[in-house]
């Protein structure tokens, strides 16, 4: 990837993404294709680890093509990396499965609705992706950012200075500048999670659905197995982080107990090997509504705290806000206005688009609180082909979530016969 950084082409830049992760990656494949040169800049060199349950959903492959047309088809292309996932297997607390297609009639020539790779895979395709005549790539590179009334000023480690109008901030869940505009890791609105890879994991499903196992000693919050390529397998645990202080969980000793323990997941470990130790990383979740612009400056993915309260989904959340944030900025470059009135229209588009599903997303959450409400849903999807192919729709047709506005859908849903 190293190839693919060049020097400071110039001294101003309309626009500086910091953060060359998926939203960064989508605000820049964005401004690309507006024609809007700009300055990208990660602290990281690329192909990086970042910890993730590498689960790439149908969000994922519609925000793609919005940023960048056609490079959804590329991503699917790359087979040996990228395995194909056709749907969800959510288990409830009782143990029983639900399993929802993403595709009401898949057919083997259509492009799979999801995908699960490595963090590192998927993002180094972005970057690469990203790399254009109107982006500058700075990578490796831990540049000091200060936000000043008529303009950013970037000073590179060797003390260089290059300046830009505006600011997008996409370097995640520990941004400095979030914090510093006052967006706090609030642990009632914070997950903690951990990522394992392990290998030889059995029972998995042909079609690569993931699975997530509500186990009632770590609720709100799940145990996943999600497949991979080369019979590897991304298996983790997430949880609410003011539960975790409450309950006084500890989240490596939880996961270990479930491997080893659970009465049916531990059989599908019993050849299995770990590829490494546990790691831990935050998901700042977007169940609560934040100003997430500013002056000259606009925040965008795990910064902006976007992550589903719910699935714990944020790569498909960061991308969207990545386009939002591109569209928000060509439109301040083109009107020279960068104040923070003028681009509050983006905290508008991004909490119009995804603001419903994340306000849903927010009360399944608290519904998992009571395993029994889950176990009736779950056992309610088992016997009815009408909620599974609605289950179904939602995930083929994003804009459909937009259903998730009206109570009287649920009600519908869960009381018709
Ligand atoms: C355990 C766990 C499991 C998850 N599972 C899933 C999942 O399966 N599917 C899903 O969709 N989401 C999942 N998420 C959420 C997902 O990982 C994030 O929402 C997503 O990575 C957000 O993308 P981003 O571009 O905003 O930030 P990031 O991916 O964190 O990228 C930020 C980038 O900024 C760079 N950076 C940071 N600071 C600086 C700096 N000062 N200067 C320059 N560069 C900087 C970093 O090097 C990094 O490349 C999970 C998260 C966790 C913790």
Not at 95 to 122: C, H, W, Y
Not at 213 to 238: A, C, E, Q, S
Not at 254 to 266: C, G, K
Request: hydrophobic share 40%; glycine share 8%; charged share 20%.
């Amino acid at each position: 990837m190293r190839s693919q950084e060049k020097a400071l082409g110039r001294s101003h830049y309309p626009v500086c993404i910091l953060g060359a992760g998926p939203s960064g990656c989508s605000a820049s494949l964005h401004l690309t294709q507006n024609g809007v040169h700009h300055l990208l800049i990660d602290k990281s060199t690329f192909p990086r680890d970042k910890i993730c349950g590498d689960a790439l959903s149908g969000k994922v492959v519609y925000a793609l093509n919005r940023v960048a047309p056609g490079l959804s088809a590329k991503l699917a292309s790359i087979s040996t990396e990228f395995l194909p996932s056709w749907g969800i297997s959510f288990y409830a607390p009782n143990g029983k499965a639900l399993q929802v297609p993403f595709k009401q009639n898949p057919s083997p020539e259509q492009m799979a609705p999801g995908f699960i790779a490595t963090r590192m895979d998927f993002d180094a395709f972005l970057v690469k992706s990203a790399a254009s005549a109107y982006a500058d790539l700075v990578l490796g590179t831990d540049a000091h950012i200060r936000i000043h009334e008529d303009r950013i000023e970037i000073t590179m480690p060797d003390g260089k200075v290059v300046t830009a109008d505006m600011l997008i901030d996409a370097s995640g869940a520990h941004s400095r500048i979030a914090r510093e505009y006052g967006i706090e890791v609030d642990k009632n609105h914070h997950c903690a999670g951990l990522r394992q890879y392990w290998q030889g994991v059995e029972g998995l499903h042909p079609n690569g659905f993931i699975e997530l196992h509500f186990i009632k000693d770590v609720l709100p919050g799940y145990f996943w197995i999600f497949p991979m390529t080369n019979n590897r397998v991304n298996v983790g645990i997430g949880m609410l982080s003011s539960k975790v202080s409450d309950k006084k969980v500890n989240l490596k000793n939880e996961l270990a107990r479930i491997i080893e323990t659970h009465p049916e997941i531990s059989k599908r470990f019993k050849s299995a090997e770990p590829l490494e130790s546990p790691k831990g990383w935050g998901l700042p979740l977007g169940s609560k509504r934040r100003q997430i612009s500013f002056n000259r400056l606009i925040l965008t993915g795990d910064a902006a705290s976007l992550i589903d309260p719910f699935t714990g989904e944020g790569i498909g959340n960061g991308m969207i806000s990545g386009y939002y944030a591109a569209e928000m900025a060509v439109d301040a470059t083109q009107q020279e206005r960068y104040d923070a009135d003028f681009l509050s229209k983006y905290d508008e588009h991004v909490y119009h688009h995804l603001g419903p599903e994340l306000a849903m997303s927010h009360k399944l959450q608290q519904m998992v609180n009571y395993p029994w409400l889950f176990n009736f849903v779950v056992n309610k999807g088992q016997k009815s082909k009408e909620f599974r192919t609605t289950l179904t729709a939602m995930f083929e047709n994003v804009d459909l979530r937009t259903r998730f506005r009206d109570p009287r859908f649920y009600l519908k849903l869960l009381f018709n016969k």
